[in-house]
């Protein structure tokens, strides 16, 4: 059976919008349909109650772009129409948050397949779109903590999505020490909870970070207990995780054990990282080595150069060469303002927002989202 829902449909077009109600009102899980040609009206019966969004983006008109984020707060059931439907009003339509994109004129059996998807998720089990995230090297101290949470803030701004930011260095963790936090609740009491099938609530038990959307879990408070944590529970807690975040970045150690490799085989992205020097690329030819065994799809290493250099002996070009490996990233080498970062216990776009290494994360940042929500595109092929 269909849970019921209610539909808003912003649309200024008064034809559109009296199909849509029309096609709406067959439907018997559909229990109220509001229309708006005024989309801030329609916001106002957005933020009333849990219901599913049909916003029309066609034409010069950027008023969902004012609304969007809103919307997002309130319901992540957003689909998005318009008589254009080129690759870039696609990308633009799944950036503003959208779920499903339908193009017009919209068909029955369309909408009907996407609500109908659409109502049987709730918002707590929606993981068709979640990522996770791995910032990995196989050598210790190479920056794997340092990007992980500062490349978590900068997403979480760009996409003012629910991004999650767990520590699985299990033995070892940064996380909480780099951002002067003194958490709650870790990783290991959230595998717990799910041991015993207890899933409700979960991002109780993360350290909200500020006022932005960041969630950040942490790694156990005694090793002892990062111990008894084994690769079956790991995969229970990304699965979990899923359901409540769009993105999941993950940091990890260096060692390779059989938590590792859950780690890296459950990831949709490993940004596999090194440093520009002849000891740090051997160790990473053996690690990419290894990945290749494990027949990861294309696409799912991306390597990342830490601590880069201009005036580095060694060029992009012999790393990529030797690797046979195109570099997705680079950071650059900012020891001060990254110091400055961990003593205060903030990200480094907190100390100096217009450093280096700050713009370096934002741009890091942009890339990756848009890149995932390309990713997402190819399957609107119309
Ligand atoms: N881009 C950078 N520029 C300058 N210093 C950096 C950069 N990235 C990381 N560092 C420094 O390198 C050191 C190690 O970084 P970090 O702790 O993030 O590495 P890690 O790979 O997580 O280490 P571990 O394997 O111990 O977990 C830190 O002191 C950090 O300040
Ligand atoms: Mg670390």
Known sequence: MQNQISVVVLDKNENSREIIKSFLNDIDYVSSVRLYADYEKGLEAVKEANCTVIADISGESDEI???????????????????????????????????????KPVLKEDLLRVLSMLANITDEEDDTQSKIITVYSNKGGIGKTTIALNLAEELAKTTKSRTALIDLNLQLGDISTFLNLNPAFDVNYVIKKLINNDEKNLLRFFEKYKDSSLYILSDPSYIEQSESITPRQIELLFAALKKIFPYIIVDMS??????????????DWILFTTIVN?????????????????KYPKDKVKLIINRYMDNEEIKIDDIENTLSEKVYWRIPNNYFTIMEAINKGVCVSEVNAGSNIANSFRDFASKVSDDIIEQAVTKYRY
């Open 65 to 103: 772009a004012k609304i969007a984020d809103e919307i997002k707060l309130h319901t992540s059931k957003l689909i998005i129409t318009s008589s254009d439907y080129s690759t870039n009003t696609i990308i633009r339509a799944l950036r503003l948050g959208a779920k499903e994109f339908l193009p």
């Open 278 to 294: 002849i000891p740090a690329i051997r160790n990473a030819q053996r690690c990419l080595n290894l990945f290749r065994s494990r």
């Open 254 to 267: 260096a060692n390779i054990d059989a938590n590792s490799l859950k780690i890296l085989d459950c990831s």
